[in-house]
């Protein structure tokens, strides 16, 4: 490997604890900086490094798999431990990649909509909110996760009430957010907290080991298991517990909305894969009910509830948010079926969706940037004005639908195919038919832009304003990779197959 | 040259086409020798592949895979040969007549118009030589895609309204119903190869294979199987030219191409005929038919009857398909050759009849056949191939298709048949009789349109010579059955 030559040892060796340290130093460091572009600028480095540096140990993980970093030479199940595998790798990498895209955005879009005076803070928290989310993915200590859980979501909070000079509701999705938050986090809490008593530790590896010997444990560690169940649930805003979300991606600032679409729900989703299939395991009868009845259950009538909600928005930005509240769905649904192939493609989904969802609150927001767009009624002649935002958030929509030659295509056909494996077809009529209703969502906005004229304001007819290029690069990067996903899918699907054989121990 | 460079040019000339088109559009004349030679250089491809396959050729070229599982492949077997070979002759043709009818109109954006045309053309190659559905897929939606700017020309209100349905349809239909049926089929059958026999492993339910066909059946809606016919009356708005090339051969016979191939190289016939709802569709079918020649009899403006005309004689390859027996089969295929012949005849003699004397509705044209006989001419020849008389090329498919709802228990479906013919004899000829036998509303005006007659021969010839290969091709009928057989398992009738 070329590119790892060219990596430090060190930081190879100490990646997992550099990851965390860095952005929090730099949280801190940023908040007192001057608000203009050095903040912006410190901020762009700093997510650079982590980008490079994730990118670095998610190949040095492929190369000589899982690695556990010992935080201050104390061993585990003592000292805490951070962990690197096939799991969490993938996810590290998206979300410093996502962070730094989001950066990039950034710049133009808190001129607009961040006051001068709030930028370092925002800026800060951004950095805090990174720092949080990385280390909740990289923590083997299932407290330590609880607290980069708070971590990202204290600092989430900040910047979704960020939105309120943009707003004014982004401080009522905020307080909505913040008690639903808080509630979810107490309930995680809370199960590790029995986890505890019945296991005697927090190293996740441990309790899965001491749970295995327990034969499952007694009904200490299922009360644990429902607690962190709805816990993380709320986090990861599974129906109907996703009430938080659609204001809160609708009202905060556009670059927390992209960044917070294309993260902070995948991180807790993680978490929940981590404790189903690694701490807990599905072949405790409590954990495959669950599963079964609560996830896959869930998960499908997310999937066609919150898009029936989404195809009745008139606001653009909670139509896509209802939207990922129903791709969740698609995910739990991969979880639910539990087979290696299924958590396999619901895993990729994940990533996937990421990048989707991600490029098209991009977009969203360049459009509001130009036009101060946000109802599906104002998308009438975008065609035309901004052609080149119009064409990202088509090839993005066209791919949350699942056209071929996409991103969506291949993880909804890796689901199908996993669902229709086990013969569950009511799931792959169920897939097909939510597809079915992202293509009236998307299609009806696609409509309005490209078969309607322009508006005219005081009888001139709007003219063209593309967005500016620091829009447009990590628009079309996204939009780009979603396609390049579609033609040749190996690495990605290869990644997610094999976190799903390390999950199922089918490796 | 080898068959599997052939193919690869069946998509590599027009594409070249779209690119020169652009590059010459400062000069009209030599934009359109580039059309002509495009246009006479994939004529001989498609016959030397043509000739190929009818030596029990397969060609076969594989461009690469796309998301782990599916191969972006081209292979050529008869059905898509014959289609690919009507759609490049008439791309000729209609070539010609564009020419006459765009210059003689004064159109706007002709060289946008060129590309466009020869993009479609490449689509529709692609179609005719998909080796699997997901490939047919992606020159279907390219296909729709390509015609859209050709669709909404004229750029007023009422082309964008057209467009929006055009597209609608067609676009919902197909990624609603089409692409889901696609990953069904693949999910059952590991596949979406087209193999002669059909691809779904014996014990396949019936019910899974029933919603399929059903998703199928609906989803292509370019074959217009009634409700999904709505796009094809809207596209009317186009140039006359595009109506006659794409919404009477290309993008309509792409859509019962897809029906046919489904049929025969998905499922197979006795799958099909196995499948229950393939009867419940046979009936649409031919409910279809006989509700879309109705609608046409109560159309005044020409155009939008021969729309309607249209929709009604798809459903006669539908309903083919659908009886999935031999006959039923053959008897498609031939319609889509006959009808092509037939139909383009009747929609270019629209053209020349708009481009001339500016008239557009039925009501009009009294006398109009004496100043413009051979226009008319060849309207009557192309209306009495539709109906299906002897000695024109329409009158095989009918035949072929009526053995085939005997064959396959179905006769009372004849009634449909037999009932459709007389509609058409009741609303495609009076139009030319009308033409010829009463006396003209306005003698002056005809007088001056027989004076600016003489300047659009470009008009005149293309139906002319379409009408005289209806009438070959009656004779010809029995060499393309022989090229067909292959495509039924077991070696044909």
């Known amino acids: ?507 | 040259m080898t068959p599997q460079i052939a193919l690869a040019l069946l998509l590599i000339i027009p594409l070249i086409a779209a690119v020169l088109i652009p590059i010459f559009g400062k000069s009209p004349n030599l934009r359109e020798g580039v059309t002509f030679v495009a246009g006479v250089a994939l004529l001989a491809t498609v016959v030397y592949l043509c000739m190929d396959v009818a030596g029990g050729g397969r060609p076969e070229l594989h461009f690469g895979s796309f998301a782990g599982k599916f191969d972006f492949t081209l292979k050529l077997e008869p059905l898509g040969a014959t289609f690919a070979a009507i759609a490049s002759s008439l791309w000729i043709v209609n070539s010609m007549f564009t020419l006459g009818y765009m210059r003689g109109n004064k159109e706007k954006n002709q060289t946008r118009f060129y590309a466009c045309v020869a993009i479609a053309i490449a689509a529709a190659m692609g179609i005719a030589a998909s080796a699997n559905l997901i490939t047919l897929f992606i020159f279907y939606e390219a296909l729709t895609i390509s015609t859209f700017p050709l669709v909404t020309h004229k750029g007023d209100a009422k082309a964008k309204r057209g467009g929006t349905i055009y597209a609608l349809i067609l676009m919902g239909t197909s990624l609603a119903l089409l692409l889901p049926a696609i990953l069904g089929t693949y999910v059952i059958a590991g596949t979406t190869d087209f193999v002669v026999g059909g691809i779904f492993p014996p014990g396949t339910s019936l019910f899974a294979t029933s919603i399929l066909l059903i998703l199928f059946a609906f989803g292509i809606g370019k074959a217009a199987l009634m409700p999904t016919h709505p796009w094809l009356p809207n596209a009317m708005v186009a140039p006359t030219p595009v109506s006659a090339l794409l919404h009477a051969v290309a993008v309509v016979k792409a859509g019962v191409f897809t029906m046919l191939k489904v049929v025969t190289y998905t499922f197979g016939p006795s799958l099909t005929l196995a499948t229950p709802s393939s009867t419940w569709l046979a009936w649409i079918a031919a409910i279809s038919i006989v509700l879309a020649s109705v609608i046409a009899l109560r159309q005044d403006n020409l155009k939008a009857r021969l729309a309607y005309s249209t929709v009604s004689q798809l459903s006669y390859i539908t309903l083919g398909a659908m009886l999935a027996v031999s006959m039923g089969i053959l008897g498609g295929g031939l319609q889509i050759v006959m009808h092509a012949w037939g139909k383009i005849t009747l929609f270019m003699c629209a053209g020349a009849i708009y481009t001339i004397a500016h008239r557009t509705n039925i009501s009009q044209l009294d006398g109009l056949g004496r100043t413009m006989p051979w226009v008319f001419g060849a309207f009557l020849v192309g209306a009495l191939s539709i109906i299906g008389i002897p000695p024109l090329g329409g009158s095989w498919p009918k035949f072929f298709l009526m053995m085939g709802a005997v064959d396959s228990g179905k006769a009372i479906l004849i009634a449909a048949l037999i009932a459709s013919s007389i509609l058409n004899i009741i609303y495609l000829v009076p139009i030319a009789v009308r033409g010829f036998m009463k006396a003209p509303a306005n003698p002056e005006d005809d007088a001056h349109i027989a004076e600016v007659r003489k300047k659009h021969r470009w008009v005149i010839i293309p139906p002319v010579i379409t009408a005289i290969g209806s009438l070959v091709l009656f004779f010809f009928a029995g060499g393309i059955i022989d090229f067909l057989q292959p495509i039924l398992p077991g070696g044909g009738l």
């Not at chain 1, 040892?9 to 997992?16: A, K, R, V, Y």
């Not at chain 1, 009910?289 to 898009?307: C, I, T, Y």
């Not at chain 1, 299924?342 to 036009?371: C, D, E, P, Q, T």
């Open chain 1, 1 to 507: 490997m070329s590119f790892l030559d060219l990596v430090p040892d060190w930081l190879l060796i100490h990646g997992p604890a550099f990851l965390m340290a860095l952005p929090l130093i730099m949280a801190a460091v940023t908040a007192i900086l001057p608000n203009k572009r050095v903040a912006w600028t410190s901020t762009f480095i700093v997510t650079a490094i982590l980008t490079l540096t994730a990118f670095a140990i998610a190949i040095y993980n492929a190369e000589v798999g899982t690695t556990i970093y010992k935080m201050g030479g104390w061993a585990p199940p003592h000292g805490i431990s951070l962990v690197i595998d096939a799991l969490s790798a993938p996810l590290v990498l998206l979300i410093a990649l996502m962070g730094f895209i989001t950066v990039i955005y950034a710049m133009p879009a808190t001129v607009a909509e961040i006051k001068p005076n709030k930028r370092a803070p925002f800026y800060a928290a951004f950095l805090l909110c990174i720092a949080g989310l990385l280390g909740m993915v990289v923590s083997g200590d299932a407290f330590n996760v609880f607290v980069f859980l708070e971590v990202s979501s204290i600092s989430t909070y900040v910047l979704v009430a960020m939105g309120a000079a943009r707003d004014r509701r982004a401080l009522s999705a905020a307080y909505n957010y913040l008690i639903l938050g808080s509630i979810g986090a107490t309930f995680y809490v809370i199960g590790v907290g029995f986890l505890y008593m019945e296991t005697g530790t927090l190293n996740m590896a441990d309790m899965a080991r001491i749970l295995a010997d327990l034969d499952g444990g007694s009904r200490v560690a299922k009360v644990a298991f429902g607690f962190i169940v709805i816990g993380l649930g709320l986090k990861l805003a599974m129906f109907p517990l996703h009430a938080w979300l659609p204001g809160a991606y609708a009202y905060a600032p556009t670059p927390v909305t992209v960044f917070l679409a294309s993260t902070a729900t995948k991180a807790a989703l993680y978490l929940l894969l981590r404790f189903t299939f690694f701490v807990f395991d599905p072949s405790y009868t409590y954990v495959a009910d669950v599963l079964m009845f609560v996830l896959v259950g869930l998960g499908v009538v997310g999937m066609v509830f919150a898009s029936l909600q989404a195809i009745f928005q008139t606001d653009v930005r909670r139509m896509l948010a209802f939207s990922s509240v129903a791709q969740v769905g698609y995910m739990l649904l991969g979880i639910g079926i539990a087979t290696t192939a299924s958590v396999a493609a619901g895993y990729l989904h994940l990533l996937n969706h990421a990048i989707i969802k991600g490029g098209l609150f991009l977009a969203l927001g360049a459009m509001w940037y130009r036009f101060g767009i946000t109802r599906t009624e104002d998308f009438q002649g975008l065609g035309k004005t901004m052609p080149l935002t119009m064409g990202a958030f088509t090839v993005l929509g066209l791919s949350l639908i699942g056209i071929p030659f996409t991103a969506g295509f291949v993880s909804k056909l890796n689901l199908v195919y996993a669902a229709a494996d086990e013969g569950w077809w009511w799931a792959v009529g169920i897939i097909m038919l939510t597809s079915i209703l992202a293509l009236i969502y998307i299609g009806r906005v696609l409509l309005a832009a490209y078969f309607q004229s322009p508006p005219e304001i005081k009888g001139v007819v709007v003219a063209r304003n593309e967005a500016p290029l620091s829009m447009l690069l990590p628009m079309w990067g996204l939009a780009i990779a979603s396609i390049i996903i579609g033609i040749d899918a190996s690495a990605i699907v290869d990644a997610s197959t094999r976190a799903a054989e390390l999950l199922l121990g089918t490796g």
